[in-house]
């Protein structure tokens, strides 16, 4: 019964570098969610996927980032020419239905950027 | 728009003490309230959950409280210990929105 497995744990890249983070939902969940954790700040909730598709994106920034979650395969966070301000630590949630039940935590990729 | 905010943000207190957390939220039409504990660097261990039907729940030293007529939620804890010394978050669920909004967090510090 793994819980939810994101992976790398830390990630450093320069200005410019794309980086990728990915999430691997408990077992029989299809929901995941992903959420960005500034300094000194709560949680802030970014994008809400099913499998294949992209249900709420309203808490992704509009240019660089991008999220999906094929079929197969983990969910991947997408960040395409980092900037400084985009160090954070970046958690994954998943739960089985839609909605009902409390979201399960992954222990998060702290993305630094030098 | 649910906002989510707690007070205060940092909280020292010696050991063996009872404390209460406060987090206060916008929108009462809420589906259910979250605490989470948060240790440095690492991820989020979900302590309670009460549904917006249930006005309290506990779990040991801890009871975590909801009025959603007034917005407010606390987490009492009982005889407090070093081991409790940590980032403890509140977060709203709202049918419907499907993602959590959550406080900025109180960090406790349990002294010996």
């Known amino acids: 019964n793994a819980g939810v497995m994101q992976n790398p744990r830390h990630l450093v890249r320069r200005r410019g570098q794309e980086a990728r983070l990915r999430c691997s939902p408990m077992k029989g969940h299809s929901h995941v969610y992903w959420y960005r954790q500034l300094p000194e700040e709560g949680l802030k909730f970014m994008v809400y996927l099913q499998k294949e598709n992209i249900i709420d994106e309203s808490g992704m920034p509009k240019e660089r980032f991008s999220a999906e979650f094929p079929k197969e395969g983990p969910s991947i966070l997408r960040i395409q020419q980092v900037v400084r301000g985009d160090s954070a630590a970046y958690f994954c949630?998943?739960?089985?239905?839609?909605?009902?039940?409390?979201?399960?935590f992954g222990d998060g990729t702290r993305l630094s950027i030098l | 728009k649910q906002e989510v905010t707690q007070i205060p943000a940092a909280l020292s207190v010696p050991e063996g003490e009872n404390l209460v957390l406060n987090c206060s939220f916008t929108?009462?039409?809420?589906?259910?309230l979250q605490w989470f504990r948060q240790d440095p660097g690492k991820g989020l261990t979900s302590l309670l959950l009460i549904q917006s039907s249930q006005r309290e729940q506990t779990s040991g030293r801890l009871n975590a409280s909801l009025d959603k007529s007034s917005g407010r939620s606390t987490l009492y804890i009982a005889a407090s210990q070093p081991g409790d010394s940590a980032t403890y978050l509140c977060?709203?669920?709202?049918?419907?929105?499907?993602?959590?909004?959550f406080g900025q967090g109180t960090r406790l510090t349990i002294n010996p």
């Open positions: 977060a709203a669920y709202n049918q419907g929105a499907q993602k959590l909004v």
């Open positions: 929108d009462s039409a809420i589906y259910n």
């Open positions: 949630a998943s739960s089985p239905f839609r909605s009902e039940q409390p979201q399960h």
